[in-house]
């Protein structure tokens, strides 16, 4: 008859189990589950001498759904964290490779003596392997002629919203003739 339910009313209530529904209730999760396991295996091996057991299965509840939660939060937290890291990163190199892009030309004009308007073969300018490309998953858009003054060699096209833009634009005027005379002012 030990393992037969109690006729009568259990004697003493499990601390245990209230505790775990207290704890449980203010989302004090660890405890919550742990005393409500505790709690739930006294009560069982009380035979009947300790109740209980709809309180602390109450806590173990409340315990575990704060622990989704929590669990839940993390990851979504992880997540939105992760994308915006990913973001920025292809921003910078994205503005990298630009800059590198833009220095290479740049030399290249200034060798070359080109001047605005002059056609400009970004295969015969750039050094291989340079990387021409947006690692957001686009070409770089490259000037086929030189630029004026303040115009930049090149653009990405995700330059609006994606803040791929740089404020890297040409500083050389290729058209400015003191490259051949020299200005005569003291
Ligand atoms: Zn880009």
Same mark, same amino acid.
């Given at each position: 008859? #030990?393992?037969?339910?109690?006729?009568?009313? $259990?004697?003493?209530?499990?601390?245990?189990? +209230?505790?775990?529904? /207290? %704890?449980?209730? &203010?989302?004090? =999760?660890?405890?919550? +589950?742990?005393?409500?396991?505790?709690?739930?295996?006294?009560?069982?091996?009380?035979?009947?001498?300790?109740?209980?057991?709809?309180?602390?299965?109450?806590?173990?509840?409340?315990?575990?759904?704060?622990?989704?939660?929590?669990?839940?939060?993390?990851? %979504? +937290? /992880? &997540?939105?964290? $992760?994308?915006? =890291?990913?973001?920025?990163?292809?921003?910078?190199?994205? +503005?990298?490779?630009?800059?590198?892009?833009?220095?290479?030309?740049?030399?290249?004009?200034?060798?070359?003596?080109?001047?605005?308007?002059?056609?400009?073969?970004?295969?015969?300018?750039?050094?291989?392997? &340079?990387?021409?490309?947006?690692?957001?998953? $686009?070409?770089?858009?490259?000037?086929?002629?030189?630029?004026? #003054?303040? #115009?930049?060699?090149?653009?990405?096209?995700?330059?609006?919203?994606?803040?791929?833009?740089?404020?890297? &634009?040409?500083?050389?005027?290729?058209?400015?003739?003191?490259?051949?005379?020299?200005?005569?002012?003291?």
């Amino acid at each position: 008859m #030990q393992d037969a339910p109690p006729a009568t009313p $259990a004697k003493t209530t499990s601390g245990l189990a +209230i505790a775990s529904l /207290v %704890t449980g209730l &203010t989302c004090v =999760w660890p405890a919550a +589950i742990i005393c409500g396991h505790i709690a739930l295996s006294k009560i069982k091996k009380s035979s009947g001498q300790i109740g209980g057991a709809g309180m602390a299965i109450a806590g173990l509840i409340l315990g575990y759904l704060s622990l989704a939660l929590i669990a839940l939060w993390v990851i %979504t +937290i /992880v &997540t939105v964290g $992760a994308g915006a =890291w990913k973001k920025g990163s292809e921003r910078a190199q994205c +503005i990298m490779n630009q800059q590198v892009i833009s220095a290479q030309l740049e030399a290249y004009c200034l060798d070359k003596n080109l001047k605005p308007g002059d056609p400009l073969e970004a295969d015969e300018a750039l050094e291989s392997g &340079t990387n021409t490309s947006c690692p957001s998953g $686009a070409q770089l858009v490259i000037t086929p002629v030189v630029p004026e #003054q303040g #115009q930049p060699f090149v653009s990405c096209p995700f330059e609006d919203g994606s803040g791929h833009s740089h404020s890297l &634009t040409t500083e050389y005027d290729f058209g400015d003739s003191s490259v051949d005379m020299p200005a005569t002012e003291e």
